[in-house]
């Protein structure tokens, strides 16, 4: 499926760099031990904004939840539909969540509470994006 670019600023790239070494990286506050993403620039529970790191993800996850769009606003996207938007919450920390097409899934076929990993699907020549596969 065709998916848009994305466009990495400069509190995103570190995010984006790792994916395109086939990474899944989110914000780590030291100052009260929480996970966080997507990223901001400072710790949403602590306000902290100067114990924020990029720690490494299990790349494991769990569908909890999905929907199945038929009318995208993303021209990109509309020759896909009908197309599955699946919610998974990551392993360690099922606060940290994700969407996800489901490459692989069947639309309206979504098995929730199966685990998923992470894949790494190649955008472009400069850009690998993150989806997520249901473990077989
Ligand atoms: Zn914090």
Known sequence: MPKPVPVPDELSKPFWDAVNEQRLVVQHCAACDRRQYPPERVCTECRSGDRLEWIPTSGRARIIGYTVMHDSRVRLLQADQPFNIA??????????????????????????????????????????????????
């Open 87 to 136: 919610v998974v919450a990551l392993e360690e920390d099922p606060a940290i969540r994700f969407f996800s097409h489901l490459p692989g899934t069947p639309a309206d076929e979504v098995p929730v509470g199966a685990t998923v990993e992470a894949i790494f699907p190649e955008l472009s020549p400069t850009q690998r994006i993150h989806e997520w596969q249901v473990v077989r």
